[in-house]
């Protein structure tokens, strides 16, 4: 009898370091399951912020496009007189889009039109386009003719 209650003692502490053994292995387990949970939600976020940051890039370059465009040609009566300016450009200015005409300093733009928003639309060395006001300095008048063409 007490050779069985000793076996039953060994029994009794191999079966408490094993389960202790398969405790300790699953909270490991959890643990690790855990951390990879949460480093899924980290990097979804941050694959979030990110997409979220591209956004709002191209939205701040819309908007600053959209400010930055010539005004919109408004339509015209073909009856209506267009009176046309001779004017140097005294400031250089880079066009932004295909509507626009780049502008170096000395040159001579024909103005064919002026909105109220600060834009003008004129030709120099043979291309059109729109371009600020503040970068030219009126010269002189020209006919309403076909005559500004000859200019440059």
């Not at 600053?64 to 267009?82: L, R």
């Amino acid at each position: 009898m007490q050779e069985l209650k000793a076996n039953m003692a060994v029994l009794g502490k191999e079966a408490t370091a094993a389960l202790a053994a398969v405790e300790s292995q699953q909270h490991r387990l959890t643990f690790q399951r855990l951390v990879a949970m949460v480093e899924g939600e980290k990097n979804y976020h941050l694959r979030i912020a990110a997409v979220l940051s591209d956004i709002e890039a191209e939205m701040v370059t819309e908007k600053q496009h959209k400010e930055s465009a010539p005004p919109a040609i408004p339509t015209e009566n073909s009856s209506e007189k267009t009176s046309y300016f001779l004017a140097e450009v005294v400031h250089p200015f880079s066009a932004a889009s295909e509507k626009e005409l780049d502008l170096y300093k000395g040159d001579y733009v024909v103005v064919r039109k002026v909105s109220e928003s600060g834009w003008a639309e004129g030709e120099c060395k043979g291309k059109a386009g729109w371009f600020p006001m503040a970068y030219i300095e009126k010269r002189q008048r020209l006919p309403t003719s076909n005559f500004a063409a000859e200019v440059y």
